[in-house]
């Protein structure tokens, strides 16, 4: 029996984003009125004039739900953490795709990484998307991604290599 220990490395996932985001902010309600304090309810009071003892979850579901930046703030975070595999700048990436499309189609890529997003940039399709790639501890070089999509809800599979 094998002791894998798997090592997240980055996720785009809007959803689970916001979800997060909706949980730090029932911890956290001096932060959600300070953010969201212009924001106007379905009663039409404004979000900065509640009382903290006011804010209920559901205010900040609605709030948080309704906010157009938050998709960005989940892109900016996502091409943080790819920027782990900036350290392979120069070397060369080969991508193996599985059960991608409607086709469930396999196939292969391979391109120099400049920066860590490459990686993402080689295999994204133009739709929403979530996306997670992670590293398992057995396998050195190694990188594992799973993306989802409209043609592929049920999930595309890639193993990924990093060799100079």
């Known amino acids: 029996m094998s002791n894998v220990i798997t ?15 909706i949980k730090n902010y029932l911890n956290n309600i001096p932060e959600f009125l300070e953010r969201y304090e212009h924001y106007i309810l379905e009663d039409l009071r404004q979000v900065g004039s509640l009382k903290p003892s006011e804010v209920t979850e559901s205010i900040i579901e609605d709030a948080v739900w309704q906010d157009e930046n938050l998709g960005g703030d989940a892109y900016e975070q996502f091409e943080y953490d790819m920027s782990y ?22 196939a292969y890529k391979e ?31 190694v990188y594992f991604a799973s993306m989802s999509h409209h043609d592929s ?12």
């Open 111 to 141: 391109g120099v990484i400049e920066d860590g997003m490459d990686i993402f940039e080689a295999i994204q399709v133009n739709s929403d998307l979530t996306f997670r790639i992670w590293k398992e501890s057995d396998i050195e070089g």
């Open 85 to 106: 595999f900036d350290k392979y700048a120069g070397q060369t990436m080969y991508i193996k795709g599985e059960n991608m499309g409607w086709q469930n189609r396999t």
């Open 153 to 164: 809800p049920t999930g595309e599979s890639y193993e990924i290599q990093i060799k100079q």
């Open 7 to 21: 090592t997240r490395i980055a996720e785009y996932d809007v959803q689970e984003f916001i979800e997060f985001e």
